[in-house]
């Protein structure tokens, strides 16, 4: 026990990377409002990038840049780096079409909120079908 | 030149596609003409380079491309081995005629030649993730093109600017993202193991180190199997697939359920057999979570879909049950499984896009989206309502259709490995089939309505239905060529 409560405590940013990560995923599912949905999928998405920079990083490293004054310097892998700006990138485009469609949403409903917007719909469809009876 | 073109021709397709993507709006504005052509002629390149590709497979084997000459450890390879080029073939004859269909009446649909010009810009974006899918064989490339396919797809749900629309791409892409997140983080995990993206030296490196790290490896496979598991809507992860599959426009749905979330499947293979390897994922007992819910979201997907009463949603609710005999191909995991689960990925993409097309052209032609009001409109629409007979029959799996072939390898397979339970259920999916697309036909052509008004389809959008249909045929009487690639890509997965 004392062990893994160790490899916790040494391994945090792992830890904190799934604390987020379970976080964002509970937002996502439990928040009724669209808006805050947006914001646990944002939070889901950090966790990740953490959990991928948390693995390439070194205590005491340096960025990878070759230093031939200090030849016993110790670099950090920028691959994982490298990768996550593509992952902000990705980020960033999935939340500018997740606000355009919440704007046209919420031109339509008048509301940010999944149950309303839902109620609205049922009545929209009820009166509709009713007509054409 | 041709020397140029022809080794270079994985990552022409890609490119040829993505330029002519973002090429379009630059004419749709005055120039919509040029928008036809550019879609036709790219869309035509693919289908080009696919059979070539496929040749050179069939003849030479399978070879690996190296983007800008650097070797893999540090730059990006392609591959081109059976299961990709059996991918780009199947998108690009699926692709091609849904394209033809949509050209003539997309203005109208979406309000406008520069809505319809963003319209193709996003379609052949789509297409252009899909082939990159299929042929990455780096892990973080292969998340890439996932998100290029998932926000394209989100955006042509939304592209009829309709209430329902917006709303079914809105949880689409909720449901989507967080899939995204799960492959993601799964990735990172892989990563954490292996210090490497490149699929082969993940294997190379699993093999050896995999025994030290089952429970992160644990992780990593069940985060893989939700986060492709979400956009391939296997069964209780399905629920934004009716949705958004029935109130996107006709040629949009006609894509994303004949070919999308078959390319998030391919993805689901690649990390799965190649990236993970198959001896390590049975170990771990995936194989069998694949076999259930394969089982589930068939029967499942089945009933629901025996409810529906909405022409589109009974078809969007049967993607989800023939996704499941994907699913149960691969857990079955034999040759003649995985080759009958491959072959009814290109055999179901065919059938349901002639389904959804055929579906579309009757709905825009009636007005009508009620299956029960559809009474009598087979005499009126022989030629569509023929092609949606011959495609209801490839479903249920009648001989002579390409239904049939993948069906039946899958039944050999499962015999093979006595998995009596397997066989029944895919049987049993036949009848449900029979089931709910049956009234349909029954409805059309023995019933009378009121059907005064209506007539066929203008024959631009009549061909490309009936091309698709013969295909079906086609590959239902002569499976051979499809067939070898679908065997040659089992024996890759499993033995290699």
């Not at chain 2, 699929?199 to 093999?207: D, N, P, S, T, W």
Request: charged share 10%; aromatic share 10%; net charge positive.
């Amino acid at each position: 026990m004392q062990t893994i409560i160790a490899k916790l405590i040494t391994n945090y940013p792992y830890v904190g990377a799934f604390i987020l990560f379970g976080i964002g995923c509970f937002t996502i599912i439990v928040n009724s409002n669209l808006l805050k949905k947006l914001i646990g999928i944002n939070i889901m998405e950090s966790s990740i990038f953490l959990l991928f920079i948390a693995a390439s990083n070194i205590h005491g490293g340096t960025a990878p840049i070759l230093d031939p004054t200090n030849p016993e310097a110790v670099y950090i892998n920028p691959v994982t780096t490298a990768l996550m700006l593509t992952g902000i990138v990705v980020s960033l485009s999935v939340t500018a079409l997740a606000l355009a469609l919440i704007i046209k949403l919420y031109r339509l409903y008048g509301s940010m909120d999944a149950h309303v917007i839902f109620m609205k719909r049922n009545e929209v469809q009820n009166s509709g079908s009713h007509n054409q009876q | 030149m041709a020397a140029i073109i022809s080794s270079n021709t994985p990552i022409l397709i890609v490119l040829v596609l993505l330029f002519s993507a973002y090429l379009l709006p630059i004419f749709s504005k005055k120039r919509y003409k040029i928008v036809k052509w550019l879609t036709v002629v790219s869309e035509s390149v693919l289908v080009i380079g696919g059979i070539y590709l496929a040749w050179k497979v069939l003849t030479t084997g399978q070879f690996n491309y190296i983007l800008g000459g650097w070797e893999p450890p540090w730059g990006l390879e392609l591959t081109i081995d059976p299961l990709s080029v059996f991918f780009i073939i199947t998108v690009g004859l699926i692709s091609l005629p849904i394209a033809i269909y949509s050209l003539p009446n997309m203005a109208c649909q979406v309000h406008g030649e520069r809505r319809a010009g963003w319209f193709f810009t996003l379609f052949l974006l789509h297409i252009a993730g899909l082939c990159g899918m299929a042929f990455s064989r780096d892990l973080f490339n292969l998340y890439v093109f996932i998100e290029v396919t998932t926000i394209s797809a989100v955006a042509l749900v939304a592209a009829d600017n309709s209430a329902a629309s917006i709303e079914a791409a809105f949880k689409y892409l909720i449901m989507a993202t967080l899939g995204s997140g799960f492959i993601l983080a799964g990735i990172g995990i892989m990563y954490i193991i292996t210090g490497n993206l490149n699929m082969i030296f993940v294997r190379r490196e699993l093999a050896l180190v995999w025994t030290d790290y089952p429970h992160a490896l644990w992780i990593a496979c069940s985060f893989f199997l939700v986060g492709f598991g979400i956009k391939s809507a296997v069964f209780p992860l399905h629920s934004w697939l009716p949705d958004a599959h029935s109130a996107a426009v006709t040629p949009a749905s006609a894509l994303l359920s004949g070919l999308a979330v078959k390319g998030f499947i391919i993805g689901l293979i690649k990390v799965l057999y190649i990236a993970i390897g198959v001896d390590i994922f049975t170990a771990l007992g995936i194989s069998t979570l694949l076999r259930i819910l394969g089982m589930i979201s068939l029967i499942a997907g089945s009933i629901f879909a025996l409810s529906q009463h909405q022409l589109k949603r009974r078809l969007a609710f049967s993607t989800i049950a023939q996704l499941g005999y994907v699913f149960l191909g691969l857990g079955i995991g034999n040759e003649a499984a995985i080759s009958g689960a491959l072959f009814h990925i290109i055999s179901h993409g065919l059938i349901k896009s002639v389904l959804f097309l055929a579906a579309g052209s009757i709905i825009s032609q009636s007005g009508e989206t009620e299956i029960s009001q559809l009474a009598g409109i087979g005499k009126k629409m022989p030629y569509t309502m023929g092609a949606f007979t011959a495609a209801s029959l490839a479903m249920i799996g009648i001989p002579l259709f390409s239904g049939f072939v993948g069906k039946w390898n899958m039944i050999l397979g499962s015999l093979e490995s006595a998995n009596w339970l397997a066989a029944i259920v895919i049987i049993v999916g036949s009848l449900l089939a029979a089931g709910y697309l049956l009234p349909i036909v029954r409805t059309a052509y023995f019933e009378t309505g009121n059907t005064a008004n209506i007539k066929e389809v203008s024959r631009s959008q009549l061909i490309p239905v009936l091309v698709l249909a013969a295909f079906i045929i086609i590959f239902g009487c002569f499976p051979s060529y499809i067939l070898e690639l679908t065997r040659q890509a089992a024996t890759m997965l499993l033995f290699n």
